[in-house]
């Protein structure tokens, strides 16, 4: 079965502070990965998503996310971050191939709050 | 249309009764996902369309909850007997097929059981 853990539950920081927040699934297989986010009283929507290639992936908004499969991890970036960026942020796992489960295994979100 | 609707955006029920919410995905979209999200805590996997067919429904907590879905587009999910532990946001998603599994979420569906 699929999991994922995402460490940090709530994170503060000021503008232009860097970000970092941790996503490490479970799965032996293939994987595609994925960083939704939620901007408060809006929906859920895609920030980046990796299936293969590069597994360095650019999203919307200046982030991007590294696919480490040594780490089984997935690691949301931003250099520098805005007050816009206030949001829930929740990494998602499913399997690539076949024998998995296309079922999106989400992680329990991490809640960002930049101050301006 | 445009994205994926859910209706209503709240309901407020009694212990007891029982409540259908509705989910418009994506015109052309083929999957369907309906997922529980209790405050605090990440998104729960309830069901899971393949076209009208549903091949998982291991997330349903329990045989109170059942969802269909008819002509490849709406669906519903209906909660029997409420509980006050079935409050909680009801989000839909849908994404184009199964195997390309980007999803577009709904604004979801606050039921709060008194």
């Known amino acids: 079965a699929q999991s994922v853990s995402q460490h940090n539950h709530h994170v503060i920081l000021s503008e232009a502070a860097s970000l970092e927040l941790g996503c490490n699934y479970s799965?032996?297989?293939?994987?595609?990965l994925f960083w939704y986010v939620q901007y408060p009283g809006q929906h859920l929507q895609l920030l980046l998503k990796?299936?293969?290639?590069?597994?360095l992936v650019k999203g919307i908004k200046g982030f991007e996310a590294e696919f480490i499969k040594s780490k089984f991890s997935f690691n949301l970036r931003k250099p520098s971050v805005q007050w816009s960026d206030t949001a829930e942020y929740f990494c998602?796992?499913?399997?690539?191939?076949?024998?998995?489960?296309?079922?999106?295994?989400f992680g329990r979100g991490t809640s960002l709050i930049v101050h301006p | 249309g445009a994205g994926v609707s859910q209706s209503p955006s709240n309901k407020v029920t009694e212990k007891g009764k029982d409540v259908e919410l509705r989910c418009d995905p994506i015109?052309?979209?083929?999957?369907l996902y309906w997922y529980r999200q209790r405050l605090g805590q990440g998104l729960e996997f309830l069901i899971y369309f393949q076209g009208n067919s549903a091949p998982d429904k291991s997330g349903l907590p329990s045989d109170r909850f059942s969802a269909e879905r008819t002509g490849e587009s709406v669906s519903t999910l209906t909660i029997q007997r409420t509980q006050q532990e079935d409050s909680a946001v009801y989000l839909c998603a849908s994404s184009l097929s199964s195997s390309y599994n980007e999803q577009f979420f709904g604004p979801g569906t606050r039921l709060t059981v008194l």
């Open positions: 015109s052309g979209h083929t999957a």
């Open positions: 998602a796992v499913n399997a690539g191939g076949t024998g998995g489960s296309y079922i999106p295994t």
């Open positions: 990796y299936f293969s290639g590069d597994p």
């Open positions: 799965y032996g297989g293939t994987v595609n």
